[in-house]
């Protein structure tokens, strides 16, 4: 895979959870901003899992 399809893979998987973290702060009554703001923390803490499961782990070495 090339450095450029895996980092177009991550970015989408980040703007996808953004997204959902955008509509679950809605859901609670809070700004989606508030939901999107919190999303680097969603984001690092599935980007890893996700790019490994996709055999990307040589980004993490």
Excluded: C, H, W
Excluded at 2 to 10: C, D, G, K, S, V
Excluded at 36 to 46: A, K, S, V, W, Y
Aim: hydrophobic share 50%; glycine share 8%; charged share 15%.
């Amino acid at each position: 895979m090339t450095p450029f399809l895996q980092l177009a893979i991550e970015l989408v998987i980040i703007i996808l959870f953004a997204k959902a973290a955008g509509y679950l702060s809605t859901r609670i009554g809070r700004p989606v901003v508030f939901g999107e703001l919190n999303q680097p923390n969603t984001g690092i803490l599935t980007v890893i899992p996700v790019a490994r499961a996709y055999g990307m782990d040589r980004v993490f070495d």
